[in-house]
């Protein structure tokens, strides 16, 4: 199947809010989100990474992003609800979320996994947006457009040892992704699942330490995924799993010449 590649322009008047927009695919996101004209809420729990998106993406012309510091390992409902309101207050609308935050702080067999980072994992990568999504469902359901976009992984639908409470919650967001998915059918708001495939990410560096690094796709080549999915043509998607790394073709985006025409993309400012 060819996918289609983001027009110019494409989310001018949409308001996109990215979680974990402070460093890798987050913050690829939410600059490529921002360069198609998308007014982008950054969330992440590390301000001085916010502070250095935001700045970056009034830098390329973007328009001017909002952002919301928050530690989604703690939130609490009220929080997401205050997230919410000030979205509404702020913007006066929202019209897609990336569900991109994750953690993943060690693999380690089952049987001696710390129940903390048990809890902490599932917090963040499961509960986290499911509570975002709850509280964001009525700016969602106002929008003409509404999108939900959750971050997937390959071990969601095949599992592997050792991936722990990451494996669990990634599964788990997964079938949230598809409930919601049922529960949206009949309403303008649609859901996508997105796997991003291996991306030169610091988590990958860390859970892959004797791989060759310099065969995966930097972040900022699997974007067109993240942004036809949040513009019109991602409605041709609903209720799909879509792999960001196919998007431009074989080698992830990498050895094709639409591939290299988006690298360049990318790097301007």
């Known amino acids: 199947m060819a996918h289609p590649l983001p027009t110019a322009a494409c989310l001018t008047g949409r308001a996109v809010l990215v979680t974990g927009a402070g460093s890798g695919l987050g913050r690829a996101a939410a600059l490529a989100l921002a360069r198609y004209g998308a007014e982008v809420v950054l969330l992440d729990q590390q301000v001085a990474a916010l502070e250095a998106v935001y700045d970056a993406i009034v830098a390329q012309g973007g328009p001017t992003p909002a952002a919301h510091p928050l530690d989604l390992a703690t939130a609490t409902a009220a929080d997401y609800a205050a997230l919410s309101a000030a979205v509404r207050t702020e913007i006066g609308h929202l019209d897609g979320i990336l569900h991109n935050a994750a953690v993943l702080d060690l693999l380690t067999p089952l049987a001696f996994h710390p129940l903390d980072i048990w809890e902490r994992t599932l917090q963040v990568n499961l509960t986290a ?20 976009v959750f971050t997937s992984d390959a071990c969601a639908v095949h599992p592997k040892g050792y991936w722990g409470a990451y494996g669990a919650a990634k599964a788990g967001a997964d079938n949230l992704a598809l409930m919601w998915a049922q529960e949206l059918s009949n309403t303008n708001v649609r859901v996508h699942i997105l796997d991003p495939g291996p991306a ?52 992830h985006g990498q050895d094709t010449a639409a591939g290299q025409e988006w690298q360049e993309k990318a790097k301007a400012p």
């Open 200 to 251: 030169r990410t610091e988590m990958r560096l860390r859970t892959h330490p004797g791989a060759l690094s310099a065969s995966w796709p930097p972040p900022e080549t699997l974007m067109p995924a993240y942004v036809c999915l949040m513009g019109p043509c991602g409605r041709d998607y609903r209720g799909l799993r879509v792999e960001a790394g196919a998007w431009l073709g074989e080698g």
């Open 129 to 148: 947006p499911f509570l975002l999504t709850q509280a964001c469902l009525p700016l969602l359901t106002e929008a003409p457009d509404g999108v939900l």
